[in-house]
């Protein structure tokens, strides 16, 4: 028998994101967000090695939704109860943004479910991605892809993300590559969320 859910997400999957939305994660979402994590990004790497596995430093990093909380936003993207999506904006100030560019809001952990990649959610989550980077104050936002996905860097590249080789390093024994963005001093853009971003 085919599902019907998963045949209305084949068919008519530009029509969803009439339905999706969008808010802050709670204490209550990390579990549940960490997990969906490591299973988006394990599914991503094994399409292209299927033996590939995260190292438990990555893993910990993964499921450590609490910390990115605290030191920036955590946003969720849902399709009724299902977690579609999702992305973390560390605070330019924050001890654990890893940014090379002064005053940078650091773009980390997006992820969109199998199901729901190709249907333009990472468009609408950079787009947010800037309105929050200009409520930070941020002059820059910037991000890591490994080495190993350059399709993800295209994608960035063509929402106005640039490569920067100032912000190539090693992270969990890979090579992840740095991207950046200018942030605008003004946004034409509706911000969804007005956040407490002090």
């Not at 479910?113 to 950079?126: R, V």
């Not at 787009?127 to 104050?137: D, F, P, W």
Request: proline fraction near 4%.
């Amino acid at each position: 028998m085919i599902n019907p859910i998963k045949k209305y997400k084949t068919e008519n999957k530009r029509d969803i994101l009439n339905f999706i939305t969008m808010r802050f994660a709670t204490h209550k979402d990390d579990l549940l967000l960490g997990n969906f994590l490591i299973q988006v990004f394990d599914e991503k790497q094994k399409e292209k090695i299927p033996s590939y596995s995260d190292s438990d430093e990555r893993l910990r990093d993964l499921l450590n939704v609490s910390e990115r909380r605290r030191e920036g936003v955590v946003l969720i993207y849902e399709l009724g109860h299902e977690i579609v999506a999702t992305f973390s904006l560390i605070h330019p100030q924050s001890s654990i943004n890893d940014s090379w560019l002064p005053n940078s809001a650091m773009l980390r952990c997006v992820a969109v479910g199998k199901d729901f990649q190709g249907i333009q959610i990472t468009k609408y989550i950079l787009e947010e991605v800037e309105n929050l980077s200009l409520q930070y104050n941020a002059d820059y936002t910037c991000l890591h892809v490994f080495e190993m996905a350059p399709q993800v860097g295209n994608v960035y590249e063509r929402n106005g993300f640039i490569r920067d080789k100032r912000g190539d390093t090693i992270s969990n024994g890979k090579s992840i590559l740095g991207f950046s963005r200018e942030v605008p001093k003004e946004s034409n853009l509706m911000p969804i969320y007005q956040a407490n971003l002090q």
